[in-house]
């Protein structure tokens, strides 16, 4: 191309020689040169043209794609919602059907159960009763041969049999399909109450379990503080009188292990601290005092009544060992 434009201004040059203007060869020169400017312009133009367009063209493309990409996500989303809710319909559906014939199986069963004679009682079993009677207890229970075995209510049944002071706890078994056992854990009377000329058998737990003419060779506490309307089966001493059963069962626990305790008759316990066993086959009486220094007070007093096994009299062993006191018998003069 620089060529061509050099020959042709050469072409010019010689033209002017032969008698053309200069001047004209100048615009001439600068005519193709604005065309060829122009030229290159117009190419530059009509490339970026191309450019622009091809990238509109991929803009909207990707704009399109888009578009339908997100069209496609939310179709499928609305689908997967669908989908979810009808699931979803379909497992309550389902839970309701299970619970419907679940609730007809119970109730068929309940229905059957407490209708069918082979649910009906045929057998009370009592166990563990050693001082209640088995028929005793069956009767308190209220229950009954030949009734069904469902329709008792087992807390009213327990709460019968535990109106005897001596039922501490009760547990109630239905052996399927027509037997009751009745577990029961009895309390046991250790001690007899002097009360209003009879006596009150009461356990460790100071629980009155019976009122009786005899004492049944029970040990005999003589000077409770309980008034005597409140001496009822069922019922227990006073907070005095409880704290002083638990003095007792110190004294006697500690008589045991001196093989004393069966030799004891009675305890007095009329003043707190001031406590006092009678021992009836010896005609002694033996004063303790409080509880402090039990097993030295009761080898002395053993020491004692051997000694003097002949003579009725009182044994003082209710002093301060700690203190130089010293044991003494005292015998009885008729």
């Known amino acids: 191309m620089a060529k ?23 615009n001439e020169i600068k005519k193709k040169k604005a065309k060829e400017r122009e030229k290159r312009i117009r190419e530059a133009k009509e490339k970026q043209l191309n450019e622009d367009f091809d990238l509109e063209t991929d803009a909207v493309i990707k704009m399109t794609n888009r578009n339908r990409i997100q069209k496609e996500n939310q179709k499928i989303r609305q689908i997967s919602k669908q989908e979810k809710k009808r699931r979803k319909k379909i497992k309550i559906i ?3 059907t299970k619970t419907i014939l679940l609730l007809g199986i119970v109730i068929g069963g309940i229905i059957f159960a407490t209708t069918s004679p082979i649910f009906y009682i045929k057998d009370i079993q009592v166990l563990n009763n050693n001082y209640i009677s088995s028929d005793t ?36 078994s239905r052996k399927l399909p027509n037997k009751i056992e009745i577990n029961v854990e009895e309390r046991v009377a250790t001690y007899s109450v002097d009360y209003m000329g009879k006596y009150a ?53 500690v008589a045991t292990e001196n093989n004393l305790n069966e030799k004891v008759t009675s305890i007095d ?45 009182s044994v003082y062993v209710n002093g301060d060992f700690n203190n130089k006191f010293q044991a003494y018998f005292r015998e009885s003069i008729n």
């Open 269 to 313: 316990i009329t003043k707190k601290n001031e406590y006092s066993l009678y021992l009836e086959s010896e005609q002694k009486r033996i004063y303790l005092g409080d509880t402090s220094n039990l097993s030295t007070k009761i080898l002395y007093a053993i020491a004692i009544i051997e000694k003097e096994a002949s003579k009725a009299g």
């Open 137 to 172: 207890i069956t009767s308190l229970s209220g229950l009954k041969k030949d009734e069904n075995i469902f329709k008792f209510n087992k807390i009213k049944v327990i709460n019968n049999i535990k109106q005897n002071a001596y039922i501490e706890n009760v547990k109630i």
């Open 94 to 96: 389902k839970k309701i």
């Open 4 to 26: 061509k434009t050099k020959e042709s201004t050469l072409n010019l040059y010689n033209l002017n020689s032969e008698g053309v203007p200069h001047e004209e060869l100048e």
């Open 201 to 253: 058998y009461i356990n460790t737990q100071g629980y009155i379990l019976e009122i009786s003419e005899d004492s049944k060779s029970m040990p005999i506490i003589q000077g409770i503080s309980t008034e005597e309307n409140e001496v009822v089966e069922g019922n227990r001493l006073n907070k005095e009188d409880l704290q002083k059963l638990e003095d007792i069962i110190k004294i006697m626990d």
